[in-house]
């Protein structure tokens, strides 16, 4: 907004911190691409956002702060803490899909922190598009737009075309006027941190400003604890030395990660921030028989947050961390006996040889909703009925080799026998690889039918399997 003075000294109308909410692949990144004339949805993993983006831009002499918050089910926390922080939202409900189960949610977090909205019906230009019935699904779910029972202003849009976008700019400039959003650059200092983060710089916060101006160099109070800003850096990644009221900044200086939600101010808070730190501690979950142990590893807090929301109560989760996967976690996946599941995150050339050589399992995976399919299709693998079956022999698989264009594994059996009418299992750790049977078992060039501890031996798989040397083959019965 333009400085307009206030009559309490010191008071400048700030910018108006908008929060765009809305279900998953309704186009609310790529409206914001058209306003920031961008292509941030081009680059996003699966084409939903999965963190809190926080941008600022300019319409006419006026600015604007936006932040762009997830619709997949998964983040309901990201998209509640936006409409906190928010003074203004910004729904967005596609015009050919109409009111999904996020946009319903979405309106309950907007009711609930009585945040002035604005309804933007978005992907006018596709077949199919019926805003009418849009607004009639949105009063059918408590929302009056103008002309349908109610006064919440409706603005028609392209993200696409751009038709409609500089109607919508308008009118958030004219409600951001009417609430009288005012800060004090001058004043005590109050901030959030919307979204926290580790890499290569430490431990970073996405911090937007309300209240003061944050400077490089200054001591602030976050989560009960005093951190120095070593840095600062604008949505762009330039480094800025000072943020005042309305922009988001990345903040360097923290000595841990920041907890999502706390604020940062001029002076100590204890009552305040103390609660906040306890909300974003892992939480403490009892280990049950036969759950899948997982260390997991994710890019942000938020990311964490979604993860920890739905994990299925099959799992146990030894370790929550932020960053990429490291030796240590490893090491702790091999004594625990866990696997290590990641999600925006990366391990290095040398981390993957040492969880080889450890026979740790690592998968990672950049669009939440698969790491949420994978990890129930895990769960059911590793809650497979075994308590029917008869274990009777177990082998290692010690070589490999190719005859005939088909691939022999060499194995030494090391409990029970392996015969060769019997069913198989090859596991890698405890993941089961795959389920199978004998198409032939050797010993010294010659087919047998049964081997015994100690013994070596040649086996042929009779449907193929990804074997690797340091695989168990079960042999089982089923009763």
Avoid at 8 to 30: E, F, N, Y
Avoid at 31 to 47: N, S, V
Avoid at 419 to 428: E, G, H, S, T, Y
Avoid at 467 to 472: L, R, Y
Wanted: proline share 4%; with cysteine.
């Amino acid at each position: 907004m333009a400085k307009k003075e206030d009559k309490q000294i010191g008071m400048l109308s700030r910018p108006p911190i908008v929060a765009v909410l809305g279900h998953v692949d309704h186009g609310k990144t790529s409206l914001l691409d058209k306003i920031r004339q961008t292509k941030i949805a081009l680059k996003e993993a699966g084409g939903i956002t999965q963190k809190i983006g926080a941008y600022q831009v300019e319409v006419g002499n006026q600015k604007i702060t936006f932040i762009d918050t997830p619709g997949h089910q998964a983040f309901s926390a990201m998209r509640s803490r936006g409409a906190k922080v928010a003074d203004i939202v910004i729904l967005v409900v596609a015009a050919d899909d109409g009111v999904m189960p996020q946009t319903m949610e979405s309106i309950g977090h907007i009711q609930a922190s009585g945040v002035p909205f604005i309804v933007a019906i978005n992907k006018i230009d596709v077949p199919g598009a019926d805003v009418d019935s849009v607004k009639k699904q949105l009063e059918q779910n408590g929302v009056g737009v103008e002309g349908y029972g109610g006064d919440v202003v409706c603005v028609s849009v392209s993200a696409k075309t751009g038709e409609g976008v500089k109607d919508l700019l308008e009118m958030i400039l004219l409600v951001a006027e009417m609430h009288e959003i005012k800060a004090d650059p001058n004043g005590p200092l109050f901030a959030v941190i919307i979204e926290s983060k580790k890499d290569q710089r430490g431990a970073v916060g996405t911090v937007i400003v309300k209240n003061g101006t944050l400077h490089i160099g200054d001591q602030v109070n976050v989560a009960g604890t005093t951190i120095k800003v070593r840095g600062m850096f604008d949505a762009e990644g330039k480094p800025v030395s000072q943020a005042e009221p309305g922009k988001p900044v990345e903040v360097l200086g923290f000595v841990q990660m920041p907890p999502v939600g706390a604020e940062l101010s001029s002076r100590v808070d204890l009552e305040k921030t103390a609660p906040v730190m306890a909300a974003d501690s892992p939480p403490k979950i009892k280990e049950t028989e036969n759950q899948l142990r997982l260390i997991i590893k994710t890019d942000s807090q938020g990311s964490l947050e979604a993860i920890k929301a739905t994990l299925p109560t099959d799992v146990f989760v030894i370790l929550f961390g932020i960053g990429d996967v490291i030796e240590s976690d490893v090491l702790l996946a091999r004594t625990s006996q866990a696997e290590i599941w990641g999600f925006n995150i990366k391990a290095s050339s040398e981390i993957e040889k040492l969880a080889s050589s450890e026979k740790v399992i690592i998968k990672t995976f950049n669009i939440i909703y698969d790491f949420l399919e994978n990890l129930e299709k895990r769960i059911l693998t590793h809650l497979e009925p075994t308590i029917e079956d008869q274990i009777l022999g177990k082998a290692e698989i010690i070589a490999s080799f190719e005859i005939n264009k088909q691939m022999i594994a060499g194995a030494k059996v090391l409990e029970g026998r392996i015969n060769k009418a019997d069913n198989l299992r090859l596991l890698r750790g405890e993941v089961i690889v795959g389920e199978t049977r004998i198409s032939s078992l050797k010993q010294q060039k010659a087919e047998v039918g049964e081997v015994q501890v100690g013994e070596e031996f040649g086996i042929r798989f009779s449907t193929p399997l990804d074997f690797k040397v340091g695989d168990m083959v079960i042999s089982y019965r089923s009763k």
